[in-house]
């Protein structure tokens, strides 16, 4: 199992979170947490990135495991200088005064110390323009001046430079008009076939979310209340009427 949350128990303070979640994602998988505002999806998501933000949660109780290995106490570089995982935040969090290359540029900091991982930056860009290839006709622009669906390729973009295999998504659809959030998904997928990516992704939009994945769990008020294949989620009486308008 690439990752295992165990019994999670976040707060804000006195005001709990997850209330003793578990869950797992398997190297090569798509998973998706699918609920509605308020639910702990993006509370899940910093726990998991360690990101020592002023509004991130406190861990109570539990664990995260990476590999085997609790993650609880690793610095959130160093997730990334191992190739763990990274996160794409909700609202991208692109530098707006740098060019798209540039805020590419930013990812590579903690590599260029590691000669050899170094070495596969090249690649790594080939990658990313490959999949966005608007990232790559604009390039030398300001990324303030990109469109939100730019900016969301390049928030991704941007976590595909770490060379982790493992990314999370906050809310990739969030803003992006139809075309451009079905080109961010088949993208990717993509990438999760062709490289083996492993993905978890938190989303509102639960049909095109179980349309993505491979497999989801969904969140209601801190907890898990129900899980299964993408399939299953998508027959669940209880999914259907809360979530897909059924």
Known sequence: ML??????????????????????????????????????????????????????PVVKSGDILFEGQSILHVEPHTLIQKKMLCLVPEGRHIFGNLTVEENLQMACYGRHKDPLSGARTPELYEQVYDLFPRLYERRRQRSELLSGGEQQMLAVGRALMTDCPFIMLDEPSMGLAPKLMYEMFRALKRLNIQQGMTILVVEQNAKVALDFADRGYVLATGEIIASGTSGELRENKQVKKAYLGG
């Open 3 to 56: 990752l295992e949350v165990k019994d999670l128990k976040v707060a804000y303070g006195n005001i709990e979170a997850l209330h003793g979640i578990s869950f797992s994602v398997d190297k090569g998988e798509i998973v998706t947490l699918i609920g509605a505002n308020g639910a702990g999806k993006t509370s899940t998501l910093m726990s998991l990135s360690r990101l020592p933000r002023p509004e991130a």
